[in-house]
């Protein structure tokens, strides 16, 4: 009989699993029967395109999805559609699964967890115990529909952007390019993971498109009528609102099969920790926003849902459970946090600690901003850029990068990461070979100029 692999969850973690599991079947000629289930009706899609889509940038749908159910099958994957696991058995091996005819059992060999995550929804988005309209998360294909539907109106709207994370910053870009009055409420400030001095150029470059950004902030309550939203209280002011963003942050979802795992298999965050093979348990296994990864940097568990982590997981997950982890050729050795985004012409990168982190760890440290060009100050191209390093004292091993500037600012990150990925030090970033013209950068380069600098500190 064919092994039975049922992976949970159709987009970027559970189908990146399942076509490597039959690829990796394949190549070894291996028999094994993949099936996943998908509660909607969507796969393989970019949520990270969402906002982008909702600005008007996408101008169809069928761009952000990458690989549709039709295709899936074809390449033979036993893809189930509309079908929701209700609950799991794991002593048993067995799943309910619900569709539109019912709930039926199915048997597994290996479990693939890859739910993704849920929106934090806080109490006061149900004032009468459901969502007004106008308010909502942007989490999946439906709700950027609804986004899409909300903002794409002539009408000039008041909307309202409740959370200062990547996400609540693309959704303001995303009703500032549809023309409409934006206000972002932070609970404590725009980007919080960015040192001061960068957030603040990012807080600034959101005011300077005129949103209303208001840190500090502390959401009270909402104000409905006829079943709509028409205000939100926020630190006893009230606050007109035709829409609602809600960006409050995103749990995994784990709650079918966590309590079923030895504790040891489930982090604070209640992401399933999965090694570097995806695997977490028995004939369990998991990947992407439902599970931890290992941080690169500091060696312990983390929990960074992005969508970077979740196609390599998937992969190196699908490989594994067919080969085993002792055959497969290739595995997720952790992350770094590395992340990017953008406010109209302001560009965001970060990648490994920040000096609160590195400090809680007891990790002595040292750090610079450096201000400088992104292309030699003759050429029209250059934009002015902040970069921050830090690095530890004695070891001078580099612990962190944050990048804030123009156009080409954020993806210099990636240099850093590179680095701290191989465990380097401030002085592999400020001498190694990084590539110079003048309208792409400077002779000695910003990035290794701030790493110099920070190296020329510890001596
Ligand atoms: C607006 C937005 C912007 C983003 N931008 C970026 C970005 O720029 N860069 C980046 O790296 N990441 C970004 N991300 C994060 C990225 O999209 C996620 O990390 C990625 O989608 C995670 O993939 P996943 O497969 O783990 O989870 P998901 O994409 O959430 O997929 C999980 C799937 O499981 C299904 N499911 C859940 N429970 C069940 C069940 N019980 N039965 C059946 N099916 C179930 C869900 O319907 C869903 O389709 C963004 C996310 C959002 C929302």
């Given at each position: ?437 003048p309208p792409l950068a400077t002779a000695w380069e910003v990035l290794q100029v701030a790493a110099r600098r920070v190296a020329e500190r510890l001596g």
């Open positions: 009989m064919s092994r039975r692999i049922l992976v949970v969850g159709g987009d970027a973690a559970g189908m990146s699993a399942a076509n490597q599991a039959l690829r990796t079947a394949e190549h070894l000629g291996e028999d094994v029967l993949v099936t996943v289930l998908e509660r909607t009706g969507h796969t393989s899609y970019s949520a990270c395109g969402m906002p982008y889509w909702v600005a008007g940038d996408v101008d169809d749908v069928s761009e952000l999805i990458a690989r549709t159910p039709e295709q899936h099958r074809a390449a033979g994957i036993d893809l189930r559609t509309g079908t929701e696991v209700v609950s799991v058995d794991l002593a048993a091996r067995s799943v309910q699964a619900r569709d539109g005819d019912g709930t039926h059992r199915i048997e597994f060999d290996e479990l693939v967890w890859a739910t993704g995550a849920s929106p934090v929804m806080p109490a006061w988005t149900r004032p009468d115990g459901a969502l007004p309209h106008g308010v909502l998360p942007l989490n999946d294909l439906d709700e950027g529909a609804a986004w899409l539907a909300l903002l794409a109106v002539d009408e000039q709207l008041d909307v309202v952007v409740v959370g200062g994370g990547y996400i609540g910053v693309e959704m303001a870009e995303a009703a500032v390019r549809r023309g409409h009055r934006v206000t972002l409420l932070a609970r404590s400030r725009v980007l919080k993971g960015l040192d001061t001095a960068l957030g603040d150029d990012v807080t600034a470059a959101m005011k300077e498109a005129g949103v209303d950004v208001r840190a500090g902030a502390n959401v009270q309550s909402l104000g409905v009528a006829a079943g709509r939203v028409t205000s939100i209280t926020v630190d006893g002011e009230e606050v007109p609102a035709d829409a609602v963003v809600v960006a409050t942050g995103i749990t995994p979802n784990t709650d079918l099969v966590r309590d079923q795992l030895p504790a040891a298999a489930v982090g604070a965050s209640r992401g399933l920790r999965a090694d570097q093979h995806g695997h977490v348990h028995g004939h369990v296994w998991a990947a992407g926003d439902c599970a931890e990864v290992r941080h690169l940097v500091t060696g312990d568990w983390a929990y960074l849902p992005l969508g970077t982590h979740a196609n390599k997981q998937g992969r190196a997950l699908g490989e594994a459970v067919v080969a085993g982890p002792e055959r497969s050729r290739w595995s997720f050795p952790g992350a770094l946090g590395t992340v990017v985004t953008r406010f109209e012409g302001c560009e965001v990168g970060h990648t490994g600690l920040a000096r609160g982190e590195a400090e809680l760890l007891g990790l002595d440290v040292v750090e610079l901003v450096t201000r400088g060009t992104t292309a030699s100050g003759y050429m029209p191209e250059a934009e002015p850029i902040a970069i921050k390093v830090t690095a530890e004292r004695g070891t001078r091993r580099l612990l962190g990068v944050q990048v804030v500037g123009g156009a080409g600012a954020a993806k210099r990150v990636d240099a850093a990461a590179a680095v701290l990925h191989l465990r380097g030090t401030v002085d592999d970033l400020a001498w190694m070979d990084l590539s110079y013209a």
